[in-house]
């Protein structure tokens, strides 16, 4: 058996890759083809991201859960601020506009169902949790 196939695992596989692209080149680099433009087409960097500051400190975090975190309760609480009262009263008159449109046929009359109360924020997650995937 030749020596060179004889090696960790880890370089087998870098060989058999190494092999493949070599391969692939033969076969498909000098004509064009979605191969030949795939690897002559520029290759734009990535744009990382390391660490985020934690908002109201001088510490930075570098998890990744921590760090998609703080984007997304900062974009929360942009939308939560600019809500301005009068906002918030024609929205309130908008929803009990709404809610005097819907026929009497079609509106639940029965206050002792559980249907009747108010759906909160708790009873969607926790219908979306206990629902298959």
């Known amino acids: 058996m030749d020596q060179k196939w004889n090696k960790s695992p880890r370089k087998g596989n870098f060989q058999k890759t190494q092999l493949h692209s070599q391969a692939k080149w033969a076969a498909n680099g000098e004509s064009i083809s979605k191969?030949?433009?795939?690897?002559?087409s520029p290759k734009k960097p990535c744009n990382v991201i390391h660490s985020l500051r934690i908002p109201n400190s001088n510490h930075f975090t570098a998890w990744s859960d921590k760090m998609a975190e703080i984007p997304s309760k900062h974009h929360e609480n942009l939308q939560k601020e600019n809500l301005i009262q009068e906002v918030e009263d024609l929205?309130?008159?908008?929803?009990?506009?709404?809610?005097?449109?819907?026929?009497?046929?079609?509106?639940?009359?029965?206050?002792?169902s559980p249907l009747y109360d108010t759906l909160e924020e708790h009873h969607i997650h926790e219908a979306l949790y206990s629902s298959k995937c």
């Open 35 to 40: 191969y030949w433009s795939k690897i002559n």
């Open 91 to 112: 929205r309130q008159t908008a929803i009990k506009n709404a809610m005097k449109e819907i026929p009497n046929e079609q509106k639940l009359n029965n206050p002792n």
